[in-house]
């Protein structure tokens, strides 16, 4: 049951920052395109792999801060379900480049940012 309230807290932490955050962007650089939720992803994917590593190599987190923070808050602060919600809106109303350019962008710069991550986190 501790374990549960410890994600809970980070996941309740995670999706108001994911809410601010996108909405932020989304504000900042408009509305034509979904921004908001593809940074989200990308720092939500950079934080989880440098965390990570950090948590495994240099600082030996206990799992307890792990599930808070791994689990909850970036779990929470990721939204890829709202990424495949965003990704079908897009093609109901065939914006099919721009499908396309979230599906890409969203893969690969997640990608890149848990691999720009790990790096970070062993060099620190």
Do not use: C
Not at 34 to 48: H, K, R, Y
Not at 73 to 88: C, N, P, R
Not at 97 to 115: P, R, S
């Amino acid at each position: 049951m501790i374990k549960l309230l410890i994600i809970g807290t980070g996941g309740f932490v995670g999706a108001v920052l994911r809410y601010e955050v996108s909405g932020w962007i989304h504000k900042w650089l408009g509305g034509s395109f979904p921004f908001g939720t593809l940074s989200v992803n990308v720092l939500g994917s950079f934080f989880l792999g440098f965390f990570l590593v950090l948590a495994d190599t240099k600082l030996i987190i206990p799992d307890a801060y792990k599930n808070l923070i791994a689990i909850g808050l970036l779990g929470a602060f990721t939204t890829f379900s709202t990424f495949s919600f965003e990704t079908i809106s897009l093609l109901q109303v065939n914006l099919i480049k721009q499908a396309l350019l979230n599906i890409g962008l969203n893969v690969l710069l997640g990608l890149f940012a848990v691999w720009l991550g790990i790096i970070s986190a062993r060099i620190v």
